[in-house]
């Protein structure tokens, strides 16, 4: 079993910076990619940014320039900072991580989410 931790949500003024970070615990033999989606209401879960092993990234084009995924692939943990944040960046956001686990078996695996909320 793998257990994904988020933390660092919170309420912030449009134009604020948050840092959210998620920690990776269990059976982990390894973890291929870490990311973070989120769900605004009445919206589908979207990807925001994903980081590879290797450190390879992509981006959602509405948070291109503002924000940064970054991983500690010795802790197994992953990072999201967020600058000049906007309303609409307001979603609870979910750490996902794929994952090998000592079993051999490849799963994938989601936090319990984390609310942001920007004001204007």
């Known amino acids: 079993q793998v257990q994904l931790v988020e933390s660092g949500g919170g309420l912030v003024q449009a134009g604020g910076s948050l840092r959210l970070s998620c920690a990776a615990s269990?059976?982990?033999?390894?973890?291929?990619?870490m990311g973070w989606y989120r769900q605004a209401p009445g919206k589908q879960r979207e990807l925001v940014a994903v980081?590879?092993?290797?450190?390879?990234?992509n981006y959602a084009d509405s948070v291109k320039g503002r924000f940064t995924i970054s991983r500690d692939n010795a802790k197994n943990t992953v990072s999201l900072q967020m600058n000049s944040l906007k309303p609409e960046d307001t979603a609870v956001y979910y750490c996902?991580?794929?994952?090998?686990?000592?079993?051999?078996?490849?799963?994938?695996?989601w936090g319990q989410g984390t609310q942001v909320t920007v004001s204007s």
């Open positions: 996902n991580a794929g994952v090998l686990t000592i079993t051999g078996v490849r799963l994938y695996y």
């Open positions: 980081i590879t092993s290797n450190a390879s990234t």
């Open positions: 269990g059976s982990i033999f390894r973890i291929n990619f």
